[in-house]
């Protein structure tokens, strides 16, 4: 079975769903554009690694339609909020309404993707929600419409439904499946900074992003088939707005440069991460850039988007 339908062996509907939401890097990040509708037009590579949230969904009671109720419970407590302010309840909200359905849904999230750093944690969250809805109320929908759900809550969240290896572009939604990453050691670093992603956005000087060429498909096959030795054509456009006002985070970026053939800022950021081609330099690499407050991940390429755990997944 193909990752793209690796979520929909709906049979009957079930009263409880765990789903592993994984965190994303961006391989390589440019902005076009700002759009009229407020979004910015981009181009991305993106890749799902294995730094995973759980997100657990019950449905208590399928009630009869009408406005479904929801409750959300977060692990540790008061990271994110436990409200409609969290893109994960919008999710529940939006999956009953459009589809007609009520009834009384439990939430539950283990954050373990760090929030504020550029790691799609809370449209990783989205997306998983939507999925055990589907999975929990039986109604079987396509990817592609789970997708196009996930666009009206942001621009990630398509993704997450789709995961791996993925070229995206306009806001962030129209996706082309390149081939999969499936080797590199990756490394996450968080240092103790926090950043907006709107402020960063809002920083962006749009007249510098005019020398960037278009990202060639064929180039970008070419240059994974050897990821990650060899030379990677990709670079972050956001960290021209965020390197030069974080000096720790441009000395990170640096240092990990000169032992990694990838390292970046994760899209908006404060989170960095670096490609490795064994375990050995990955973690010597991270001997030389920690500090007292940062956290590290060492994480995988994942081969997929959100993933519904089966009963060995729990065990």
Not at 9 to 29: D, F, I, M, W, Y
Not at 230 to 250: C, I, K, M, Y
Request: hydrophobic share 40%.
């Amino acid at each position: 079975m193909s990752e793209r339908s690796s979520h929909r062996n709906v049979a009957v509907p079930r009263g409880t769903v765990e789903v592993a939401a994984p965190a994303k890097v961006n391989l390589h990040l440019e902005v076009l554009r700002h759009r009229d509708d407020g979004y910015h037009e981009i181009e991305t590579i993106l890749q799902t690694v294995s730094l995973c949230d759980d997100v657990r969904a019950e449905l208590r009671d399928r009630g009869a339609g009408g406005p479904p109720r929801i409750s959300l419970s977060v692990e540790p407590f008061g990271v994110v909020p436990e409200s409609p302010l969290n893109l994960a309840w919008r999710a529940a909200e939006l999956f009953c309404r459009t589809c007609g359905l009520g009834g009384e849904l439990a939430l539950r999230l283990t954050k373990r993707i760090p929030v504020e750093a550029g790691l799609g944690g809370g449209s990783s969250d989205a997306a998983a929600v939507l999925v055990a809805c589907d999975r929990l109320y039986g109604t079987g929908l396509p990817p592609e419409r789970l997708e196009a759900l996930g666009a009206m809550l942001g621009s990630d969240v398509p993704f997450f439904v789709r995961g791996g290896t993925q070229a995206a572009r306009g806001r962030g939604t129209e996706l082309q499946a390149l081939t999969a990453i499936t080797k590199g050691k990756f490394l996450i670093v968080k240092p103790d900074i926090a950043l907006r992603t709107a402020d960063v956005y809002a920083g962006l000087n749009m007249g510098l992003t005019l020398r960037s060429p278009k990202v060639n498909i064929r180039t970008v096959e070419a240059l994974i088939a050897r990821f990650p030795t060899g030379s990677w054509f990709g670079a972050n456009r956001l960290e021209d707005v965020v390197l030069p006002t974080q000096p720790a985070l441009q000395r990170l970026v640096q240092s990990l440069r000169e032992n990694a053939p990838v390292a970046m800022m994760c899209g908006s950021g404060s989170a960095v991460f670096a490609v490795f081609g064994d375990e050995r330099r990955r973690d010597e690499a991270w001997q030389e850039v920690a500090q007292p407050g940062w956290k590290a991940w060492n994480v995988d390429p994942w081969p997929g988007g959100v993933r519904v755990k089966d009963d060995a997944d729990r065990a």
